[in-house]
């Protein structure tokens, strides 16, 4: 490569690095983010939590790839190949760069309703919560009808019956799914098989929002240098979570109609002669997943504020604008660094698993690759929750620039 070719090669990574600079250490919602470290510090459970999801999400993966490689039938089954030299074209590479794009508009949405894919952990979960582990289960079941009342019962026949489904779910995708498949026929056992996934999702959705409310009044729990054992602060957790139940029930139901319903009817005379299976995933990526990314935008202090206030939607909802109206830029830039890093992260995620694996199959680096990202991932995603949380607090407080405010 001719000189002048290499010193403008650095040009873009040398602008990339200056301009990533500039946003991390000249926005106003500076003191935030490093008041979020410094949580992280101080509670290493924070990030952990999120790693722990992140490994059985990945390791779950690995394993169902494995039974397949030797149950599948020969041309079906996946390719393993241990050595593959990195290798994308310039085309690939951009496509990487554009598709992640959403990826990492939904991981920053995830930051104001669910951090974490709680899959497959929420089958553990759901298991755990039937059996009312520390009495847990009775501590919701409680918070429900003092919340609801009557139609608490409801509520929570609803959820049991959603734990029930995540259980079935995870042997869906293992070796219950081919003995099934000998016994009943495909149409039927297809749409059985995605209504299970769609009250599983609403499952895991709402474990999600109740780990991350556990993790939210964690952080509050450092900005106030107050003390708490793990269990007391779940059960806090969860009778929070009937606070926010009723944004969560909008956004499951925002979930299913843009996205389970088309999956399950589209399978279902009469309504698959209406509806193309084979379109559905299309639109999904490119109608259904930016307008729900778009709506937790849009309502992103939402779960905050009910966890930390006991009153109405419409209540919250008059907040929610008002901590938008008092404090529009330092969100603003909030919004801003969590999106790049969402995008490195994503970016990182695509070169490495397309560049080695491609369309050869997995490699040992793809799969040790697997297995190292959601360190990252937990680590980056614990730092921006913590420091939306303290940012909320700030705000709250009058004291968003206030560089020593917290002092614990």
Known sequence: MPFTDLKQSWILPVAAIAVYLLVMFFNSARASLRDGIRCLRRYGTLWRILVVFGLCYAVFQIGVEVFYYYNMPDGNRPIFQWTRPWFLTDEAQIVILKGSVLPALEGVAGIFNVLITTFPFSAVAALMFLANWQDHH????????????????????????????????????????????????????????????????????????????????????????????????????????????????????????????????????????????????????????????????????????????????????????????KDWWSIGCFLLVAVVHFYILNVLNGLVNAGFASNE????????????????????????????????????????????????
């Not at 979930?255 to 088309?262: D, H, K, W």
């Not at 690759?369 to 614990?382: E, N, T």
Request: with cysteine; net charge positive.
């Open 361 to 408: 199959g997995v490699t040992a680096v793809t799969v040790v690759w697997r297995l190292l990202y959601p360190l990252l991932a937990a680590f980056v995603s614990g730092w921006l929750l913590a420091s939306w949380v303290c940012l909320y607090k700030r705000s709250e407080a009058g004291r968003v620039h206030a560089g020593d405010w917290i002092k614990y």
């Open 138 to 325: 009775a501590v919701l079941s409680r918070a429900l009808r003092r919340r609801f009342g009557a139609p608490g019962w409801i509520i929570h026949f609803g959820i049991v019956l959603c734990a029930i489904a995540a259980i079935v779910n995870v042997f869906l995708y293992g070796p219950l799914l081919p003995l099934l498949n000998n016994v009943v026929p495909g149409l039927p056992l297809l749409q059985c098989s995605l209504v299970v996934n769609w009250l599983s999702f609403l499952f895991e959705i709402m474990f999600g929002v109740c780990v991350q409310i556990y993790l939210i009044l964690m952080v509050y729990a450092w900005v106030r240098g107050l003390n708490f054992t793990h269990q007391h602060l779940l059960d806090f957790a969860i009778r929070r979570f009937s606070f926010v139940m009723k944004w969560s029930a909008i956004v499951m139901f925002a979930s299913t109609v843009l996205i389970n319903m088309p999956l399950i009817l589209a399978n279902v005379p009469p309504f698959s002669h209406f509806i193309s299976a084979d379109l559905v995933p299309h639109y999904v990526d490119h109608v259904a997943r930016p307008i729900l990314a778009a709506f937790l935008f849009l309502f992103s202090g939402i779960q905050i504020i009910l966890t930390f206030h006991s009153e109405s939607l419409r209540k919250a909802m008059g907040d929610y604008f008002h901590f938008l109206r």
